[in-house]
């Protein structure tokens, strides 16, 4: 034991921490460190304690393999160490070799008229305020989602318990009280009318005591629930576990997941859900006979344009992920406080053209393909928002009104995009044959849907399955033109609905792919600032 002369600063933090354990105080040697109280765990705190105090005198760090604190059930199971020392800072970023900067993404892009130049000036200078101020109101920060379901492809439902994967649900009172009445329903019109409809179906009295107008509304709504053009697997909101959450306060960002459990839910995403066959690797998968995705590509280039398009939308929506943890990197992690920010060496582990063999160039032209393919689908639908029974209904009117008219300008601002991405070039030819491609399409793409509910960081589970519910509803209605088109002026549109869940996932995921575009200007900034 060291002489009690010399004085032990406390650490600034220990791993384990988590909401509902007690934590206590404990004094080694005129030092105070903050650790968990677990059952079982009392002695080993004590012993272990004393260990850190002696290595922290002697520079030394206990082997972690040997000397790893137990943490709480349902924790993260890597834990960290801190040996009584101020973690280290972030690494900074370092150029690569010679001081090149890498080059922008530029150019036309693949199975498309349009480029990347023409997109990067209409969303950052056009799109993207106006969307971000959508965003922040009452209607779309309010998501509701069932974050417990178990994951129904594999038995390890094991959960991070990092404190920044935790999601923070909304309290009953916080949520406005026009959302909390009709949050299924995608206006106070339809809610009225739905609200017979479902009383008449609950009475089996789909009969003619009902009127022409209440029979058709009644089996509409059920082939709705029930539909076959359902790209998501759709949580039940009258669920118990299902909870309202409200995403400023939920922001999507680096939380600490990866390793094999987040390697696992991308790799069945790419390995069992993109048309892929097994033989063929995909780049940087292996460092083993990696042949820099010449095979892959070749591949690629080989299969029909709905099955590339389906990988291409994947890849994007992955890139655009990764975009927003290294823009919203955790910096720094004391007690006192945490700083979230642009992490250049993260993005340019991701993307940068040397260090990934060429393939970060091909992933960010993946996202600008992601964002062509929902920004038709908002031009699309613009007349299923026209109606005049269709508000944006919080109970707050004046604010409705005014975000509705909001909503009407960012999609008329879509409609006016030059160069839109033609989707008449899916499932054409044989009806047969692109009917059988179209039902493959569907259903791979609601299988990653139900692989989101495997995701162990709840805050990753939440955006995931938010911006794969709002491709979903993209591809919904890019494959719904012809009833989008017959939809009555007025009224209810009852060849075509769309549930307020659709309505706010829709959104905010064009809102993420457009925040990624965004990204990418900044870091572009950063990266010329730093030649």
Not at 62 to 82: E, Q
Request: charged residues 25%.
């Amino acid at each position: 034991m060291p002489p009690k002369s010399r004085k032990v600063n406390p650490p600034t933090s220990v791993t384990g921490e988590k909401p509902g354990v007690t934590l206590s105080w404990y004094r080694v040697h005129g030092g105070s460190l903050r650790l968990p109280r677990t059952p079982r765990t009392g002695t080993l705190q004590l012993i272990y304690l004393h260990y850190i105090h002696t290595h922290h005198n002697s520079g030394k760090c206990p082997p972690s393999s040997r000397y790893s604190l137990p943490v709480a059930r349902g924790s993260c199971r890597r834990s960290r160490h801190c040996c009584g020392r101020e973690p280290r800072p972030r690494a900074a970023f370092r150029p690569p070799p010679g001081g090149a900067v890498p080059a922008r993404v530029t150019g036309h892009l693949d199975d498309c008229t349009c480029d990347v130049e023409t997109i990067d000036a209409f969303n950052n200078y056009k799109v993207f305020p106006r969307l971000n101020e959508l965003l922040e109101s009452d209607y779309f920060r309010y998501y509701k989602v069932n974050l417990k379901k178990p994951c129904p492809f594999w038995n390890d439902n094991s959960h991070c318990g990092i404190r920044d994967c935790a999601v923070k649900p909304c309290l009953s009172d916080e949520v406005p009280g026009g959302i909390r009445s009709g949050s299924y329903k995608y206006s106070e019109e339809a809610s009225n009318l739905a609200e017979e409809c479902e009383e008449a179906e609950r009475l089996g009295a789909v009969d003619g005591s009902l009127s022409e107008e209440t029979q058709r509304a009644v089996l509409q709504w059920t082939r709705h629930d029930d539909s076959s053009d359902s790209f998501c697997e759709a949580d039940d909101i009258l669920s118990p576990d299902a909870e309202y959450v409200d995403l400023l306060l939920n922001p999507e960002r680096y939380t600490g997941y990866k390793g094999p459990d987040a390697w696992k839910i991308w790799n069945s995403i790419y390995e069992e859900n993109c048309f892929k066959p097994q033989n063929v690797k995909r780049p940087l998968e292996s460092d083993k006979g990696d042949d820099g995705g010449h095979a892959f590509y070749k591949w690629l280039k080989g299969v029909c344009v709905e099955k590339r398009a389906f990988y291409r939308l994947i890849s994007g929506l992955h890139a655009s992920i990764n975009i927003h943890l290294s823009a919203r990197y955790l910096l720094q992690d004391t007690w006192s406080e945490k700083k979230w920010g642009p992490n250049v060496t993260e993005f340019q582990r991701r993307f940068d053209e040397v260090i990934t063999r060429g393939e970060g160039p091909r992933r960010l032209k993946n996202l600008y393909f992601l964002y062509l393919i929902e920004l038709r689908a908002l031009s699309k639908v613009l007349p299923f928002f026209e109606r005049p029974g269709f508000q944006l209904y919080t109970g707050n009117k004046s604010r409705d009104a005014e975000m509705k008219n909001l909503l009407l300008e960012i999609l008329h601002l879509a409609k006016s995009f030059p160069l839109h991405f033609d989707e008449n070039s899916f499932f054409a030819g044989n009806k047969k044959e692109a009917a059988k491609l179209k039902e493959e399409f569907r259903l791979h793409f609601k299988n990653i849907s139900r692989i989101m509910d495997c995701v162990g960081c709840f805050k990753c589970r939440l955006w995931g399955k938010l911006q794969t519910q709002g491709l979903g509803t993209a591809l919904k209605i890019l494959f719904s033109e012809n009833l989008i088109e017959k939809m009555p002026g007025s009224g209810s549109s009852y060849g075509f609905q769309m549930t307020r869940q659709e309505i706010v996932a829709l959104f905010n995921a064009f809102g993420r792919i457009s925040t990624s575009v965004r990204e990418l200007e900044n870091f572009r900034n950063i990266l010329q600032n730093m030649r």
